[in-house]
């Protein structure tokens, strides 16, 4: 059990990180593997208003798993603090309110996500062509909710204990039976979008199953239950304090997410169509921002929690500054590539146009996102989530989406992605800021208090 964890408070920094983000990395590919294969066989099998429903559906469900899984991340940054304090008992009681927290919110999500599919697709303008695929998929796939929370919140709890590879074995399983299931169901039984949303949604539970008998058989001192049994509530309020204002930040972050979608439907389902191949293709480039937000966070909770303070003064440069070289070299890559990697999903002309020109805009900015996304996981690892939260809403609400806005309304509507390099600068700007000026984050960095 032991070589499986990594210490973040001992041994070379970058190492460390590394070794925490490369099974995140290749989990994250898994993730993608498997995302991408219900784009891949339904372009392919049932053309492009069924590929355009799939990409406008995403935005609904996420909104709402958003919240859920920024109290993940609460609690894998709680779970890193204690294990750098070495606290096993306030672990073991993180562990069980985690749990009932999963089922107190799992459940009644898949019922509400039903109901609220379709007014929300309205909403968003999705055109007739596409309505009846898009209600279809985002239904199905509400109903993974509970699988899809309680799979995050298990790879929070490992990801606090310093156990990035676990998941990894997870997505494997969980990527052989959602690809085994979309040729099934989609290929094979012909039930369109329904059917990868199916196979999607079984994948996650199979996930979570998997995760829940992992921690039981190798961190058995946490008690981990799997069905709620005990909660504390003085935990609960600390998970609260830390992960809600992150899930609402994301949450919030995904609904301005789905304003820029309705202006992307009102350019038609072919644009739609494109932008949903293209997603598939920027996610591939910028897979390791996850994983070393993944290690920043950790790193800094870890090291907060253990009191060594010159140590995160080592890191909190580092981590971003790598992290934002290594997204930029991977999507030059990808945009070398861009043409025959959007051709296996589809063949249209038109459709392969704005996916291009979507792939080339992103790619060529993510790079600041990755420096900007480092900053706000290490801030947010020794729990200050105040001013990164505020600075996300402005990122999105005062800058992406008025700017997004003004491109479809006075330029041209099929380059409204423009405005997502304009909300990374942004953002970058504000958090170097915070860096430098902050007074609070001097001090923590200097004596934690």
Not at 167 to 184: G, K, R, T
């Amino acid at each position: 059990m032991e070589q499986k964890k990594i210490d973040m408070t001992t041994g070379p920094i970058m190492k460390n990180v590394f070794l925490f983000a490369i099974p995140i990395v290749l989990g994250n590919i898994l993730q993608y593997l498997y995302t991408t294969v219900d784009t891949l066989v339904i372009g392919n099998y049932c053309g492009k208003t069924s590929l355009a429903a799939v990409g406008t559906s995403a935005q609904p469900v996420e909104v709402l798993l958003c919240i859920f899984l920024g109290i993940g991340t609460g609690v894998s940054i709680l779970v890193s603090q204690y294990v750098g304090a070495k606290d096993m008992e306030r672990m073991r009681r993180i562990v069980d309110t985690a749990t009932f927290f999963v089922y107190a919110c799992g459940i009644p999500l898949c019922v509400i996500g039903y109901f609220v599919t379709p007014p929300i697709l309205r909403w968003m303008g999705v055109p007739e062509d596409t309505w009846s695929a898009a209600v279809s998929y985002t239904r199905i796939v509400f109903f993974g909710a509970l699988g899809n929370i309680g799979y995050n919140m298990n790879a929070g709890i490992l990801r606090g204990m310093g156990d990035s590879k676990a998941s990894l074995w997870f997505l494997v399983v969980s990527c052989v039976a959602n690809i085994v299931l979309d040729l099934l169901f989609v290929a094979g039984l012909g039930m369109d979008v329904g059917g990868a949303a199916l196979s999607t949604t079984i994948a996650m539970y199979l996930s979570w199953i998997i995760s829940i008998v992992y921690i039981r058989r190798k961190f058995q001192e946490l008690e981990l239950p799997y069905f709620p049994r005990r909660a504390d509530f003085n935990q609960l309020k600390q998970i609260i304090a830390i992960g809600l204002p992150i899930g609402l930040n994301n949450s919030l972050y995904s609904f301005g997410h789905m304003a820029i979608q309705t202006l992307v439907n009102a350019q038609g389902s072919t644009f739609m169509a494109g932008t949903s191949v293209a997603g598939r293709v920027t996610g591939l480039a910028n897979i390791a921002i996850t994983a070393l937000s993944s290690a920043a966070t950790t790193f800094s909770g870890q090291n907060y929690g253990a009191g060594d303070f010159d140590r995160l003064r080592q890191g909190y440069i580092k981590i971003p500054v790598v992290s934002g070289l290594v997204t930029l070299a991977a999507g030059l890559c990808v945009i070398s590539f861009r043409m025959p990697i959007l051709r296996i999903f589809n063949k249209d002309e038109a459709v392969l146009l704005y996916a291009s020109r979507y792939v080339v805009v992103m790619l060529l900015s993510q790079w600041i996102y990755a420096i900007f996304n480092g900053i706000i996981c290490i801030v947010n690892g020794v729990g200050l989530i105040r001013y990164t939260t505020i600075v996300n809403l402005l990122m999105l609400w005062a800058v992406r989406i008025p700017s997004g806005y003004l491109i479809t309304r006075f330029f041209d509507g099929t380059y409204v992605m423009l405005c997502f390099p304009i909300s990374f600068c942004f953002g970058a700007i504000m958090m170097i800021g915070y860096y430098i000026f902050s007074k609070k984050w001097r001090e923590i960095i200097r004596t934690g208090l």
